[in-house]
């Protein structure tokens, strides 16, 4: 559900054919809930929280029916905004898209951490030349695709699908 004034965008599950909706979260005025991703189990959902399209982003966790949701994104953390969350396929880990504003350029990684928000690690790293985002496990859970857009290299604004290892090769 997205309204317009105040901006306000939730997520609903429904049956393929449409019937049964059901409300999965409810966001506080204002904020928009984005980018939902089902656990392999479906018992919870993982998404994106923000002030507008544009972010900035905070990433929380739900259970399917709506109960329970909690931030996963720290109060104050390395990562400026973090976005495109997906669950890895036995469901223990999260990878997300790292905006990271410690350093002097802006960086855009992807980032790793276990379901409760804990034991972050960059899986990759991106460059001034290069940012990354937008992560999806393989199915064995040892691999990531994610995607590169060039920033500084040629061809510019050109994007490109890539493969790394989880833990970094």
Partial sequence: LFRDHPLQADIWTANADGSGERRVTQAPRGLIDDQPDWSPDGKRVVFQRGPSVDGPWTLW??????????????????????????????????????????????????????????????????????GVGRPQFSPDGQHLVFERQNISAKPKNGHATFVAAVNGG
């Fill in 61 to 130: 966790i739900t259970n399917a029916d709506g109960s329970g949701t909690r931030r996963l994104s720290p109060a104050r953390g390395w990562c400026l905004d973090e976005s495109s969350p997906a669950f890895s396929p036995e469901g223990r880990r999260i990878a997300f898209e790292c905006h990271d504003h410690t350093s002097k350029r802006e960086l855009f990684s992807i980032v790793v951490m276990n379901t409760r928000g804990r034991n972050r690690r960059v899986a990759v790293r991106g460059t001034g030349a290069f």
